[in-house]
């Protein structure tokens, strides 16, 4: 249990001196709340495992430090460390029997049987494994397996922090809704920070009551889901959250005003005069974008196709080259191949180098 | 599903079949007509049933005295070597690199004892061992060790074996080494995470998974030991005395130095019989080492 600051922390895998912008991971600061449950969300490859192995021990940081609770633990192994973490692949002891799989990271710290016992049964009660503690480990389902390496990591009951490495990719759709509700009950029930990383949002979104977000090897925003949702700090967040993800259209900006090919949208806060040279852009979620028929009031838009997810119908247009996805409101029937485009101005955010711009209300 | 029945197949089978009948079964039919018969040269022969079998395995006669006394020897030679090898080779393989340049020489080195012929090997060690030339040998005596395996049974039988493990061991070595490579990297960083100690690591993650590539180990090393002829015929000629006489060393003799070619050919039906079982049972008492056994419910 404990709190786990990360000072300036940056990973290069092919040394200190390389340039920065090589590195796996770059400078990051941020803290993880005890007892939070933390989704690490990103691409491949933006450098959420590397960034999990540094808090594991596993990778020995290029720069920075990691703090447990104000201690400084960057110098020691991940036998020390106190930390559970579980991997991709379910990773089983194949002579061992489930029991004993669940029982060995205890058994290795020296922890007395009986109390080893009794965690091993509450873990197995709350992972369903029950039945199955005498049998051996190899024969199982990968489900199973992966269960068990679940297990592994929760069993230890004084751990700063259970890590997850996108444990569920092996696992069937079906069952992977299961397991993480499990993991979610399992969270509330221990009372452990849970780290979990994923490329997969809803996956993030249905974990975390934090959302961290990566990028390139740069934390680019961490916030609830709903956060994320309406007021993503980095393009990448707008597009990379939400199905479909943020509209991000080149535009010019100046006080409340926003110009796309020289129409004019209405924006909720005053933007002064944004500096030049830099690349600006609004950004605005489909759901608050809405088509109508075309008007002389209105940005007009030339209809690609419409995607119908049942509930709801997105119609994707585009604008010169720029494409954007906008909500068709129920009951409105789309005649000939161009439509007007409605704002609303609440949820228009404005980017410049990618990054938010805060307006003035 | 319906399976296709086509009779051509059979002519697909046929090269195989015809190789493997030239090349094995034949050869074995005449071994198993000579060892019914006796013959005294002269290409004439004589029927002796099964007479070859019962003399071979009633240790009163000469060739039952000969063949259970070498035979005695030769399931030691392969319980020594496979006992010394089989770790040590588990412990070259733990202590070479992972990864990077030394990887590449490690096993090149490793390589080299394998490339070399088995008469090359026996003659090396011939001259190596002996006390007025060889290094070994000169070296041990000037030491004040009186050594000599010409004339000394446990000195003949120490180098044997010396040479066998100096020989084979890497064998065993690259097979583990190749065992130890397959697992990933996932179970060693779980083992990290869970705070296991080396010699847990060793028993819980490495000796599982080398389990199949040990069972080729072993077996392959028992198959040639127990037929180790050139190099301690090289270097001791079976001596002193008949110390180190292995099964293949008197059937050589019986064979080409008598040329009694019943009994040989009795011997060698017995010597190949011995092989087959022993690597069965080797084969199924290890494969299913590593299988579910029944649990009784409620067991601890």
Redo the contacts between chains.
Sequence with gaps: MARIDLVDLAQSYSGNDAPPESFALKPVTMTWRQGGAYALLGPSGCGKTTLL?LI???VTPSRGKILFDGQDITPL???KRN???V???P?I?????VGQNLA??LK??GIAKAEVDARVKQIADLLDLTPYL???A??LTADAKQKI?LG??LVRSDVAAVLFDEPLTVIDPELKWQLRSKLKALHRELDLTMIYVTHDQTEALTFADTVVVMHDGRVVQSGTPAELFDKPAHTFVGYFIGSPGMNIVPAEVSGHEARIDGHVIGLHRNYGVLPAGKKIEIGVRPEFVDVAAPASGLLSATIERIDDLGRIQFARVRIGNTKLAARVPPGFSISGDTAGLIFNPANVHVYADSHLVEGVA | MDKTINQKAWFLVLPVFLVVAFSAVLPLMTVVNYSMQDTFGNNQFFWNGVGWFKELLDPSTDLGGRFLASLGRNLFFSAVILAIEVPLGIIVALSMPREGWSVAACLVILALPLLIPWNVVGTIWQIFGRPDIGLLGYVLNHLGFNYNYVSNEVDAWVTVIVMDVWHWTSLVALLCYAGLKSI?D??Y??A??????RW?VF???Q???MNRVLLIAVLLRFMDSFMIYTEPFVVTGGGPGNSTTFVSIELVKIALGQFDLGKAAALSLVYNLIILIVCWVFYTVMTNA?S?RP??????
Excluded: C, H, W
């Design positions: 192995n594991s021990g596993i192994s991940t036998q930390i559970a973490q991997f991709q692949f990773v002891y194949d002579t061992m029997t060995f990271p290795n710290r005498n049998r051996k190899t024969r390496s592994r990591g | 990933p996932a179970y960083q779980a990290q995470i869970d705070g296991a100690s847990a028993k819980a993650i000796l599982p998974k590593g579910e649990v009784k419910e409620g067991a601890a």
